[in-house]
């Protein structure tokens, strides 16, 4: 059974930057996309970006293109987000998720289209 953790949340400064790692166990990650989503209080869960087999296919939401940055190691089942120049907007609870990997990235990283989940972690961004 997949299983997701999510490590490197916490407070920041705004400008400031954080890595999540979302670890992987119980399959192999090379057969998955993974996304990174996220969830602000009173609103709905979002995506922010997700990755399919390579580092080359990638989506970003509007809001984080330019700071964000996702990556994969498949030899350690770890994905990553990079986020730098954080802003306030950008608190919320992040959540990574895979589902059985997809062409086009862009066209799955919605919610609805993950059915496994980590449990989340906090980000808060503010002076």
């Known amino acids: 059974q997949l299983q997701l953790v999510e490590f490197g949340g916490g407070l920041v400064q705004p400008g400031g930057s954080l890595r999540l790692s979302c670890a992987v166990s119980g399959r192999t990650l090379d057969y998955y996309t993974i996304g990174w989503f996220r969830q602000a209080p009173g609103k709905e869960r979002e995506g922010v970006s997700c990755?399919?087999?390579?580092?080359?296919?990638?989506y970003y939401t509007d809001s984080v293109k330019g700071r964000f940055t996702i990556s994969r190691d498949n030899a350690k089942n770890t994905v990553y987000l990079q986020m730098n120049s954080l802003k306030p907007e950008d608190t919320a609870v992040y959540y990574c998720a895979a589902r059985p990997t997809t062409d086009t990235v862009q066209a799955v990283c919605f919610p609805w289209r993950f059915p496994s989940w980590g449990q989340g972690t906090q980000v808060t961004v503010s002076s």
């Open positions: 990755i399919g087999q390579s580092d080359g296919n990638t």
